[in-house]
């Protein structure tokens, strides 16, 4: 079985720097869940995904999400065939094992539900017929920040459908010189099949038996309990699946590291990821300029480690 | 000031502190242990207001128990602050064990008259001391307790008779005036360090690890929410790799499945052994 950390050095020979959305998009695919990616254009987030999906031998398909698409245009649809004189499913381009959904909030809700459901419940219903999703299946979604106009915002019911939400920032002086480098000429060649499918649901297998110490545990729904508590800025705290996206997310980081048990430091180092886009911020946030980062990281500050 | 120190003669009202107490609790981790074992007990005082210290709080009566040690902090963040207290104990008799809630004198902000809050009450099960395992090799620890053994009941002994001897002198005659007593001096400093490391040679049990790794933790200055990752980043355990080694041992010990545990505690002993530590 090839080691994630293979997986990771590949991915660094196509993407410079944004360790920490190279990091989030393997632990999320081997913990089994989405990522929202938020930054502004120009940030390797589509190379990044699609680096991933020819690393792991995997199907990649790119959605671009716009006001007048149609859930059809994600799930698939029936049409008549008319030699056959029956109606035959086209699958949409949501069954694939890698599927990025650029600018998810670019369209109206009910294209927004026909993919979180799809996310949700691994399998999609077209028709009578219901057809399940790939194994592995992972959704990265990516929002732009700086556009508001013309978009319609995630309710928070569907963002807690993704594991984690990631802030790509921009890169360092050093690392834009690095791209500069790396992409000034011809395009570089995405690294293909380093890892393979199986190499992957290996992987998820190991990580669910990774040890969680009763302690941790319990710091984890500290964590999050500590979300629900008052607060000046935040309205409504995460729910339990966050809880359980926390434990997840902790293992897999534990597995990456070629650790059979999750330490203080995995449930941590996941905890803003995992809690930023499932709290409730309230308008003084706006009223007072404050940054959700900080208070993010104020609650995650004020529980203790075990 | 002690942040959380106990209430001498009752606080007057003008020096109490006006708070809005969220929160006030008495945990235990474990609550159920066996006599020698170590346990956690953390009292928690969650408030809105900004406190660096936390003043006015009365400990409940630890007979019964050995203290090992305690942590105490005050965070502040942009919604209040959380003061704790975390004592590391070690029961020193079996039975079920209640500890009386820890109270904290204050004015309520939500009615501005002095009040008297309390934590829960907490009700610790002690067992007897395991016997020792007859897999362990502990060959020089059987050696000193063959020699002490008999040593230590003619001492027992030597003590009841003396005391018997010494009561029936008393009786003969008048008692005298009861003298007042003595102010009692504040305990001697004791580094805890050697105990819990002996402690853990000699019972390798997960609960005397994290005693262990908290008591390390609480040398290095490490703040309660820090993570032995963030200790490493700001160099809180310095430049010594041994030290270095220790904690990353301890850290494993503490959270590694029970079927790796006692390889994890033999590194860590392994890795205590190279460390000369500095007082």
Known sequence: ?306 | MDLLAPIVAPASAEALARLHVRAFTLTADPKSLRVGDTLRLRIVARLDERVSQLDNVTLPDLSGFDSLGDERVCTSSASGSECSEVMTLTPTVAGDRTIAPATLDAIDARNGKPSHFATNPITIHVDPAASQPPDVPNAPNALVDDLLRPLAILVIVGAAAYALLWGFGRRKTAPPPVPPPAPSAPPASVDPLPQLIAALAEQRTRARVVALRDELRRRIGAREHETLGDLLRRRAAGADATFVDVLRALERAAFVDDAQLARAIDEALRALSKWRPTP
């Not at chain 1, 938020?38 to 792991?56: D, F, H, N, Q």
């Not at chain 1, 799930?75 to 998810?104: K, S, Y």
């Not at chain 1, 294209?111 to 996310?119: D, N, R």
């Not at chain 1, 803003?272 to 007072?288: E, I, M, Q, S």
Request: hydrophobic share 45%; glycine share 6%.
């Open chain 1, 1 to 306: 079985m090839t080691a994630p950390q293979t997986l990771l050095d590949a991915l660094e020979t196509t993407i410079v720097g944004q360790r920490a959305t190279l990091d989030a998009l393997l632990a999320a695919l081997i913990a089994g869940g989405h990522v929202l990616l938020e930054g502004p254009p120009g940030l390797a987030k589509t190379l990044a995904c699609r680096a991933l999906a020819s690393a792991v031998g995997g199907s990649f398909k790119r959605i671009q999400f716009t006001p007048d698409l149609l859930p059809s245009d994600i799930v698939g649809t029936r049409i008549f065939d008319q030699r056959a004189g029956e109606f035959t499913t086209v699958l949409g381009p949501i069954f694939a094992n890698l599927v990025l959904a650029d600018e998810v909030n670019r369209a109206p809700a009910k294209v927004q539900s026909a993919l979180l459901e799809g996310m949700q419940e691994h399998q999609v219903t077209i028709g009578p017929q219901t057809f399940p999703l790939p194994d592995p299946f992972v959704v990265t979604a990516t929002m732009n920040p700086l556009d508001s106009e013309g978009t319609y915002a995630l309710p928070l019911a569907q963002m807690d459908r993704f594991l984690v939400k990631i802030l790509v920032d921009y890169p360092t002086a050093d690392e834009e010189v690095r791209i500069l480098e790396r992409f000034g000429g011809e395009q570089p060649a995405l690294p293909r099949d380093v890892v393979s499918i199986d190499d992957v649901l290996r992987w998820r297998h190991r990580a669910r038996a990774v040890h969680l110490e009763p302690r941790l545990k319990r710091y984890a729904v500290e964590l999050v309990g500590a979300s629900r508590q008052k607060h000046d800025y935040v309205d409504r705290g995460a729910s339990p699946r966050a809880t359980l996206a926390l434990a997840a997310l902790a293992r897999a980081r534990a597995f990456v590291e070629g650790r059979d048990f999750a330490l203080p430091d995995d449930v941590r180092a996941v905890a803003p990821a995992v809690l930023r886009h499932r709290l409730a911020f309230n308008y003084r946030t706006l009223t007072d300029k404050v940054d959700p980062e900080t208070i993010v990281a104020s609650i995650v500050a004020a529980v203790p480690t075990p």
